[in-house]
């Protein structure tokens, strides 16, 4: 069984940065993907970035390139997502998720979950 522990969010003007992480307590990596997933009120759980552990390969919504970060720190089994130039339409409750394999953007292939973090962008 898979826990992950998120940290992070908050509420940030339009234009300002968050950083969120998440620790990860799988047992190996060495075919773990881990990855972030947003919902806001109404909307459909949506796919943010992901990280494939090895080889470390990094994949992003179009709606967030450029303005996103994802990283990790292998000793401490965490994946930081640095978002900077915040928007308004980036408020919404981020997921944390990992799942043993490939990269994938549909949320129900990711078997493991955090319990979410509230980020509120204002204008």
């Known amino acids: 069984q898979v826990q992950l522990a998120e940290s992070g969010g908050g509420l940030v003007q339009a234009g300002g940065s968050l950083r969120l992480s998440c620790a990860a307590s799988?047992?190996?990596?060495?075919?773990?993907?881990m990855g972030w997933f947003r919902q806001a009120p109404g909307k459909e759980r949506e796919f943010v970035a992901a990280?494939?552990?090895?080889?470390?390969?990094?994949y992003y919504a179009d709606s967030v390139k450029g303005r996103f970060t994802i990283s990790r720190d292998g000793a401490k089994n965490t994946v930081y997502l640095q978002m900077n130039s915040l928007r308004p339409e980036d408020t919404a409750v981020y997921y944390c998720?990992?799942?043993?394999?490939?990269?994938?953007?549909?949320?129900?292939?990711?078997?493991?979950w955090g319990q979410g973090t509230q980020v509120t962008v204002s204008s």
């Open positions: 799988a047992r190996t990596f060495i075919t773990f993907t």
């Open positions: 990280l494939s552990w090895r080889p470390g390969n990094t």
């Open positions: 998720t990992g799942r043993y394999g490939g990269f994938v953007t549909i949320h129900h292939e990711y078997a493991y």
